[in-house]
């Protein structure tokens, strides 16, 4: 069964940093696009960064370009969302994805985010003074 779990969110000022992780079971992400989503009250799901684990090729969100960070760990089956410079509108549900990736790339899965393998069961990050 796959299986992701996410965690690392909490409070944090703005303009502090945060990182999210999620790790990964019942599978191995090498083979795999995995996302970091996020949701806020009253808002749609925004697909904010995604990472084949073939090639390596990424793509972020304008929203958060420059300040978000993907990396993964292979030999942890985890993969890592580097936030800094947070502000305010940062403050949402995280979640991670996956998929596999002979079928989709970083940017489809980022913007479509349908049908996907594996969901988490998201972390709250709060930017607030």
């Known amino acids: 069964q796959l299986q992701l779990v996410e965690s690392g969110g909490g409070l944090v000022q703005p303009g502090g940093s945060l990182r999210l992780s999620c790790a990964a079971s019942?599978?191995?992400?090498?083979?795999?696009?995995v996302g970091w989503f996020r949701q806020a009250p009253g808002k749609e799901r925004e697909g904010i960064s995604c990472?084949?684990?073939?090639?390596?090729?990424?793509y972020y969100a304008d929203s958060v370009k420059g300040r978000f960070t993907m990396s993964t760990d292979s030999a942890k089956n985890t993969v890592y969302l580097q936030m800094n410079s947070l502000k305010p509108e940062d403050t949402a549900v995280y979640y991670c994805?996956?998929?596999?990736?002979?079928?989709?790339?970083?940017?489809?899965?980022?913007?479509?985010?349908?049908?996907?393998?594996?969901w988490g069961q998201g972390t709250l990050v709060t930017v607030s003074s």
């Open positions: 994805a996956a998929d596999w990736a002979g079928i989709t790339t970083p940017k489809r899965m980022c913007l479509i985010a349908k049908d996907l393998d594996a």
């Open positions: 990472i084949s684990n073939t090639d390596g090729t990424t």
């Open positions: 019942g599978f191995t992400l090498n083979y795999y696009v």
